[in-house]
């Protein structure tokens, strides 16, 4: 059975930090690329960044770029998102993704970011 779970969200204040993880089990890890999204309230689920499936290659949207890190570990099945100097505007439910010719979601988890 392919499980994504995804923890590490909270409530945190305007200029913290707080680290993602997400474990996946079911499926050959190493062989998928892994993304984080989020979707804040009324608005469409936004790219937030990729790693490729060796961890050689990241990418990330502009508007976290230098404050957010994707890391992985393939030998413990897990995907990072370390998020720094976080906004309120970072405020969303985060998800991650594995993909290559198939494509599997998390629940998601929520981050909060207000004073």
């Known amino acids: 059975q392919v499980r994504l779970v995804e923890s590490g969200g909270g409530l945190v204040q305007p200029g913290g930090s707080l680290t993602l993880s997400c474990v996946a089990s079911g499926f050959t890890f190493s062989s998928f690329a892994m993304n984080w999204y989020r979707q804040a309230p009324g608005k469409e689920r936004e790219l937030v960044a990729g790693i490729s499936s060796n961890g050689g290659n990241t990418n990330y949207a502009d508007s976290v770029k230098d404050r957010f890190t994707i890391s992985r570990d393939n030998a413990k099945n897990t995907v990072y998102l370390r998020m720094n100097s976080l906004k309120p505007e970072d405020t969303a439910v985060y998800s991650c993704?594995?993909?290559?010719?198939?494509?599997?979601w998390g629940q998601g988890t929520q981050v909060t970011v207000s004073s």
């Open positions: 993704n594995a993909k290559n010719r198939f494509s599997f």
